[in-house]
């Protein structure tokens, strides 16, 4: 059984910085693409960034670049996103995900953690 579990949300204000983490178990970890995927208030879920299963390559929506960064340790089965400089329009639930090919789309992703809450205040 696949579980993808965050951790590291919380309340911060603009300016600062968080990571969070995702821990996956019951698969291959560098078998899959892991991304990050966030769902503000009244709006539809968004893709914020993915990272290949290498860890080599990443891809971020227009609105982080430069400001997050993901990663990825194969050790701990663990994927992180590092988010700088973090705006109020980034309160959102950031969830993890895992697709068995390196994609920028939802669809592609069928393996999904609980989320976790990240709000920023102004």
């Known amino acids: 059984q696949v579980q993808l579990v965050e951790s590291g949300g919380g309340l911060v204000q603009a300016g600062s910085s968080l990571r969070l983490s995702c821990t996956a178990s019951?698969?291959?970890?560098?078998?899959?693409?892991m991304g990050w995927f966030r769902q503000a208030p009244g709006k539809e879920r968004e893709f914020v960034t993915t990272?290949?299963?290498?860890?080599?390559?990443?891809l971020y929506a227009d609105f982080v670049k430069g400001r997050f960064t993901i990663s990825r340790d194969g050790a701990k089965n663990t994927v992180y996103l590092q988010m700088n400089d973090l705006k109020p329009e980034d309160t959102a639930v950031y969830y993890c995900?895992?697709?068995?090919?390196?994609?920028?789309?939802?669809?592609?992703?069928?393996?999904w953690g609980q989320g976790t809450q990240v709000t920023v205040s102004s």
């Open positions: 990272i290949n299963w290498s860890g080599v390559s990443a």
């Open positions: 019951g698969l291959t970890f560098t078998g899959y693409a």
């Open positions: 995900a895992a697709a068995s090919r390196y994609s920028i789309y939802e669809g592609d992703y069928n393996n």
